[in-house]
């Protein structure tokens, strides 16, 4: 009797109840004939570093042995596509014969672990007669020596308090029932979400039921430089700071900045005037679409994002002016208040990193006036001011591309 680890074994034995069940299909099929070699038309497509077509082929004459038919299975075609998601693997399997197809969904941690769990699956698709024989369940090598032996070693599965025979999360009723049946009753979803790491996207499948899917939530910093004009006198630059949180569809921001002073003298008083500044922050809330999306074998945080957001905000802060050139010169502070609208472009260029853009319009909603006494007015606060900025941002957290 040969040893083989329990989370091996778990997943083989998944892959082999997975597969009993009937494939979500357009039409049904007949089994064909079992007999020696295994000739099946497959299109794979799995990314570098995780089994090729021809070890995935190789898996699937293994598990067909004998029961494989001899002249091969013209009128069958197949297609497996293995690709990276959130945390872990997918593999969609299609299978079509004489114009009837289905279509299923495995996931798990490993992808070579899922792609020798799906060949399994569909080596019992192609000959349903393998669901109802004994199976070797490949062993891992280095771990046990098998003992020779002419008849397939199965490995023994757990069983409950009842006696019943239990397989990657499902316990099996024991008792008569129809031959090919399979017959299931999902155990506590905790349990199976931690023993069985494959599990199949159908309503009726017997797999545990997969983990509630979390917003993919991220964050951006931001750092930037502008100019603005309108508002204050003359042309100025400025500072901008900002964090984003990014949801999928929305980006809500929290801002500051700091626009320098800018002088302005009067005319027939040369040397006499005063300089403003305005120091703020700004709360923004930005519907985002999302032109490009990165490719989603790179990973979280990859390159090729873009997006555009479109925010609207409130900007608070201090409007600040200090005289110059007369006795008694000081500094008045006043409340700077206005209303945002800012469109924006945003395009990662390399991995976490992107460029941000955005020109805005800037609504005073506070308007005051300044004058040297008994000088005319100085210069007000314009009706709207316009910015441009140019800045880098990092993203982080989790996204979903």
Same mark, same amino acid.
């Given at each position: 009797?040969?040893?083989?680890?329990?989370?091996?074994?778990?997943?083989?034995?998944?892959?082999?109840?997975?597969?009993?069940?009937?494939?979500?299909?357009?039409?049904?099929?007949?089994?064909?004939?079992?007999?020696?070699?295994?000739?099946?038309?497959?299109?794979?497509?799995?990314?570098?570093?995780?089994?090729?077509?021809?070890?995935?082929?190789?898996?699937?004459?293994?598990?067909?042995?004998?029961?494989?038919?001899?002249?091969?299975?013209? /009128?069958?075609?197949?297609?497996?596509?293995?690709?990276?998601?959130?945390?872990?693997?997918?593999?969609?399997?299609?299978?079509?014969?004489?114009?009837?197809?289905?279509?299923?969904?495995?996931?798990?941690?490993?992808?070579?672990?899922?792609?020798?769990?799906?060949?399994?699956?569909?080596?019992?698709?192609?000959?349903?007669?393998?669901?109802?024989?004994? @199976?070797?369940?490949?062993?891992?090598?280095?771990?046990?020596?098998?003992?020779?032996?002419?008849?397939?070693? =199965?490995?023994?599965? $757990?069983?409950?308090?009842?006696?019943?025979?239990?397989?990657?999360?499902?316990?099996?009723?024991?008792?008569?029932?129809?031959?090919?049946?399979?017959?299931?009753?999902?155990?506590?979803?905790?349990?199976?979400?931690?023993?069985?790491?494959?599990?199949?996207?159908?309503?009726?499948?017997?797999?545990?039921?997969?983990?509630?899917?979390?917003?993919?939530?991220?964050?951006?910093?931001?750092?930037?430089?502008?100019?603005?004009?309108?508002?204050?006198?003359?042309?100025?630059?400025?500072?901008?700071?900002?964090?984003?949180?990014?949801?999928?569809?929305?980006?809500?921001?929290?801002?500051?900045?700091?626009?320098?002073?800018?002088?302005?003298?009067?005319?027939?008083? $040369?040397?006499?005037? /005063?300089?403003?500044?305005?120091?703020?922050?700004?709360?923004?809330?930005?519907?985002?679409?999302?032109?490009?999306?990165?490719?989603?074998?790179?990973?979280?945080?990859?390159?090729?994002?873009?997006?555009?957001?479109?925010? @609207?905000?409130?900007?608070?802060?201090?409007? =600040?002016?200090?005289?110059?050139?007369?006795?008694?010169?000081?500094?008045?502070?006043?409340?700077?208040?206005?209303?945002?609208?800012?469109?924006?472009?945003?395009?990662?260029?390399?991995?976490?990193?992107?460029?941000? /853009?955005?020109?805005?319009?800037?609504? $005073?909603?506070?308007?005051?006036?300044?004058?040297?006494?008994?000088?005319?007015?100085?210069?007000?606060? /314009?009706?709207?001011?316009?910015?441009?900025? @140019?800045?880098?941002?990092?993203?982080?957290?989790?996204?979903?591309?």
């Amino acid at each position: 009797m040969s040893l083989v680890s329990a989370p091996v074994v778990a997943t083989r034995a998944a892959a082999m109840a997975i597969a009993a069940v009937s494939w979500t299909s357009a039409g049904s099929a007949a089994a064909e004939p079992a007999s020696e070699t295994a000739s099946v038309a497959l299109t794979w497509s799995a990314p570098p570093g995780c089994p090729q077509r021809e070890e995935f082929l190789t898996w699937l004459s293994g598990h067909l042995g004998t029961s494989a038919d001899p002249a091969g299975y013209p /009128g069958l075609t197949s297609r497996g596509v293995l690709e990276r998601e959130r945390s872990g693997w997918r593999l969609r399997l299609t299978i079509a014969r004489d114009g009837a197809s289905g279509e299923k969904t495995l996931r798990g941690r490993d992808c070579e672990e899922l792609a020798r769990s799906g060949a399994l699956a569909l080596a019992i698709a192609i000959e349903p007669a393998l669901a109802g024989a004994g @199976v070797t369940v490949p062993e891992p090598p280095g771990e046990t020596e098998a003992e020779p032996s002419g008849e397939a070693v =199965v490995p023994e599965a $757990p069983v409950d308090g009842e006696g019943a025979p239990v397989v990657a999360g499902v316990v099996a009723e024991s008792g008569p029932r129809a031959e090919g049946a399979v017959v299931a009753e999902p155990r506590a979803e905790a349990e199976a979400r931690e023993r069985a790491p494959v599990t199949v996207d159908a309503a009726n499948s017997m797999g545990p039921t997969p983990p509630r899917r979390r917003l993919p939530i991220a964050h951006a910093l931001r750092i930037a430089a502008g100019l603005e004009l309108g508002a204050l006198p003359g042309v100025g630059p400025g500072l901008l700071l900002g964090y984003a949180l990014r949801l999928p569809w929305v980006r809500l921001e929290l801002t500051g900045s700091w626009w320098p002073a800018r002088r302005r003298e009067y005319a027939e008083r $040369p040397g006499v005037g /005063g300089q403003a500044q305005i120091g703020a922050a700004a709360l923004r809330v930005c519907p985002t679409l999302r032109l490009r999306r990165a490719p989603a074998r790179a990973g979280v945080g990859a390159a090729g994002l873009v997006e555009l957001p479109l925010c @609207v905000g409130v900007e608070l802060g201090a409007l =600040v002016v200090s005289g110059f050139g007369f006795g008694g010169a000081r500094a008045v502070r006043t409340l700077w208040a206005a209303a945002e609208l800012q469109p924006g472009v945003v395009w990662r260029f390399a991995r976490r990193v992107a460029l941000w /853009g955005a020109p805005a319009l800037v609504v $005073p909603i506070t308007r005051d006036s300044f004058a040297v006494d008994p000088l005319p007015p100085l210069f007000r606060v /314009g009706p709207a001011g316009l910015r441009v900025a @140019v800045g880098l941002e990092v993203h982080l957290g989790r996204e979903k591309n």
